[in-house]
């Protein structure tokens, strides 16, 4: 049986849980695979320097410390957080959820590891 696969590529990869919504009742989604790469660019930031670069624009004291504005720092527990997202939602439909999957795509051997 022919089926399309729908793809929604963004920085990081990270799970838009509004669009997965609504594309589930638009088009009756079966199954959900949450994809990340290697070498993403979402893993090579250093993050406290970007905190000190946002608080430079501003006059104001920001607290920044436990906002990594999407950045990777375990690819793995990344792809494991946005199925985790996903499967605990109370919006998501009970019969998606067993079927949600992460995996991280190696881009120099082009394999799929599954880790969710």
Do not use: W, Y
């Not at 906002?67 to 985790?84: Q, T």
């Not at 499967?87 to 999957?101: A, V």
């Amino acid at each position: 049986m022919f089926t399309e696969a729908l793809v929604s590529r963004n920085a990081g990869g990270h799970v838009k849980l509004d669009e997965v919504l609504i594309l589930d009742d638009f088009l009756g989604l079966r199954e959900i695979m949450v994809v990340q790469h290697t070498d993403c660019g979402a893993t090579h930031f250093d993050i406290p320097k970007f905190h000190q670069t946002l608080k430079r624009r501003v006059s104001e004291d920001l607290d920044l410390e436990n906002n990594n504005f999407g950045f990777i720092s375990d690819l793995k527990e990344s792809v494991r957080k946005e199925v985790h997202l996903m499967r605990q939602s109370p919006l998501m439909r009970q019969e998606i959820k067993d079927h949600i999957f992460g995996f991280i795509f190696d881009i120099k051997t082009g394999l799929l590891e599954q880790v969710a």
